[in-house]
T-cell receptor, first 114, second 115 residues
Framework: AQSVAQPEDQVNVAEGNPLTVKCTYS??????LFWYVQYPNRGLQFLLK??????LVKGSYGFEAEFNKSQTSFHLKKPSALVSDSALYFC????????????FGAGTTVTVRA | DAGVIQSPRHEVTEMGQEVTLRCKPI?????LFWYRQTMMRGLELLIY????????DSGMPEDRFSAKMPNASFSTLKIQPSEPRDSAVYFC?????????????FGPGTRLTVT
């Protein structure tokens, strides 16, 4: 079965500094990878996805992610973090052979201090 | 677009009572998902509908849980009887086409507390 791991429960950064949220995956076929963000008392919001193509994927709110096949990683990045980026971030992978089911990571809480 | 709408936003009920959660997906979306989120188990898929037909209900924890989608604009998740361990946040999400390729749009969730 496919799975993702988010090795860090929490990430703390200062506003204006680069932000990285780590994700590694395990799949038997081609990986379909997603990042979602959850703000307090809200549902998950889609940030970006990798299906095929360029390894660097750009998404919403200035976020990007780099797909690295050799390291089986899909880390989320933002060059300059904002206090408003403080939230819970989830990495997800399509759970093959299903064509609809996603396996979500445990989530990483990001805190950006002013 | 109003997004995915869920009601109620909060529900507090006593053990043994019936609970019904409601969801209105985004118009035109043909896939609908019910998830449960807890601290212990994270985000779990309960059931998946495609074109109003239940495709996968393997995540429904017990016979106490049931879900329906009578039409393309409405779905319900029912728990009868409810138990304290059902306390969680329940999300409905919808998607256009295949969720394994296309993004899912989540509702704001229903926070259920069973005492």
């Amino acid at each position: 079965a496919q799975s993702v791991a988010q090795p860090e429960d929490q990430v703390n950064v200062a506003e204006g500094n680069p932000l990285t949220v780590k994700c590694t995956y395990s799949v038997s076929g081609n990986p379909y990878l997603f990042w979602y963000v959850q703000y307090p008392n809200r549902g998950l919001q889609f940030l970006l996805k990798y299906i095929t193509g360029d390894n660097l994927v750009k998404g919403s709110y200035g976020f990007e992610a780099e797909f690295n096949k050799s390291q089986t990683s899909f880390h989320l990045k933002k060059p300059s973090a904002l206090v408003s980026d403080s939230a819970l971030y989830f990495c997800a992978v399509r759970d093959e052979p299903s064509d609809y089911k996603l396996s979500f990571g445990a989530g990483t809480t990001v805190t950006v201090r002013a | 677009d109003a997004g995915v709408i869920q009601s109620p936003r909060h529900e507090v009920t006593e053990m043994g009572q019936e609970v019904t959660l409601r969801c209105k997906p985004i118009s035109g979306h043909n896939s609908l998902f019910w998830y449960r989120q807890t601290m212990m188990r994270g985000l779990e898929l309960l059931i998946y509908f495609n074109n109003n037909v239940p495709i996968d209900d393997s995540g429904m924890p017990e016979d106490r849980f049931s879900a329906k989608m009578p039409n393309a604009s409405f779905s319900t998740l029912k728990i009868q009887p409810s138990e304290p361990r059902d306390s969680a946040v329940y999300f409905c999400a919808s998607s256009l086409g295949l969720a394994g390729v296309n993004e899912q749009y989540f509702g704001p969730g229903t926070r259920l507390t069973v005492t």
